[in-house]
């Protein structure tokens, strides 16, 4: 009887620990920690492989929408005016809403709530045709 009491509070310590092991894993590994030089503002959002942060603002002076991506770290990956794959481009900052579920973007493009993915303007070419790959566009030739 005594032996089946101490075994089975093995039992429960070690399940204790594991639990308490796979908790502290979720939360540095897994759980968003703003990096000190990501904007407050930024938005982290889920990615394949964890998450990134994306900010966006509409800047009246040049009448266009600058993101900046960071990669979870606090490394900035884009921080340029950014471009409409399809339809119009946001024409203010309430239009700047940005979805927290990637769907593949994330480190390379951002999705807004209402549809619109917003691509960086230095990677425009090269990100679009992957999308329409992606999306079974057919390339088009100018």
């Known amino acids: 009887m005594v032996r089946s009491i101490v075994s ?3 039992f429960v310590l070690a399940g204790l ?31 394949a ?6 900010y966006c603002w509409f800047e009246m002076k040049d009448n266009a929408t600058h993101c900046q ?4 770290k606090g490394d900035i990956l884009y921080n340029d005016v950014f471009l409409p794959y399809d339809g119009s481009a946001p024409t203010s900052s309430e239009d ?3 979805r927290r579920d990637q769907r593949g973007g994330g ?4 999705y807004l709530e209402n549809g619109t993915i917003l691509i960086p ?22």
């Open 69 to 72: 991506i960071f990669n979870k």
């Open 8 to 10: 089975r509070r093995r």
């Open 17 to 47: 620990v594991s639990l308490a092991t796979l908790g502290l894993w979720a939360y540095f590994k897994v759980l968003p920690h703003r990096p000190p030089n990501v904007p407050e503002a930024a938005v982290s959002v889920s990615v």
């Open 107 to 110: 480190e390379e493009w951002i």
């Open 96 to 98: 700047l809403k940005i």
């Open 121 to 142: 303007r230095s990677s425009y070419d090269r990100i679009k045709r992957g999308l329409d790959w992606q999306n079974g566009k057919r390339a088009t030739r100018n």
């Open 49 to 54: 492989w964890g998450y990134d942060w994306n």
